[in-house]
């Protein structure tokens, strides 16, 4: 019975030593699964934050698509005019000195949308009506370029920025900046015309 007593109490040592660090892993544990808990709860409020963000986008992406199906027709004639244009064609207006305002309001346009060095803006009377000074000089310089064409017919037009286009409002919202103005003054400006109000 005494060696029975002696072997209760060292088992009973090693039961409190076992329940001590059954407690401790339980403490270690308890700690762990709240942490994973924050974690867990931080993950779902980004995955959350994520889906209505992609949600968003998604909705985006289908109304900018949808204003490029519309907007479509007018580039696919826009690049079907500057395709009929022809080397002789720009000569002819690199010849005009001093061509109609709405030549020059086209090839500004042309020059806004290559990101050329242009004069600063100042307002000026032409015909009756204010515009813009133009920059002529710097379209001449423009179209002496002999990958002129090439370069509008290979325009990355997905490198028109927001900026790009609130810098051409005002010229081609200007009342002189229209197809059959451009026909009328030069039948060579149409499809520059057309292709700067479709960019």
């Avoid at 660090?21 to 544990?29: C, D, F, G, R, V």
């Avoid at 010229?171 to 900046?177: D, G, N, S």
Wanted: charged residues 30%; aromatic residues 4%; proline residues 3%.
């Amino acid at each position: 019975v005494g060696k029975m007593k002696v072997e209760l109490a060292a088992s009973e040592i090693v039961l409190a030593e076992a329940v001590k660090k059954s407690a401790e892993l339980l403490k270690e544990i308890s700690v762990a699964t709240a942490a994973a808990e924050k974690v867990k709860a931080s993950a779902k409020v980004i995955a959350d934050a994520s889906n209505e963000k992609a949600t968003t986008v998604g909705a985006e992406k289908a109304e900018v698509e949808k204003d490029l199906e519309a907007a479509k027709p007018a580039l696919i004639e826009a690049e079907d005019a500057l395709k009929a244009i022809k080397p002789d064609d720009i000569k002819n207006l690199k010849a005009l000195k001093n061509p109609p305002v709405v030549i020059k309001i086209i090839f500004d346009g042309v020059l806004l949308l290559r990101r050329k060095t242009m004069l600063k803006c100042q307002m000026v009377e032409e015909k009756g009506t204010l515009c813009y000074k133009d920059n002529y000089a710097e379209s001449t310089k423009m179209m002496a370029e002999s990958t002129f064409l090439t370069d509008l017919q290979t325009f990355p037009k997905e490198a028109i920025t927001d900026e790009d286009c609130e810098l051409l409002e005002p010229y081609i919202t200007h009342t002189l900046f229209s197809v059959e103005a451009a026909a009328k003054a030069s039948g060579l400006a149409v499809g520059l015309c057309k292709w700067v109000k479709a960019m």
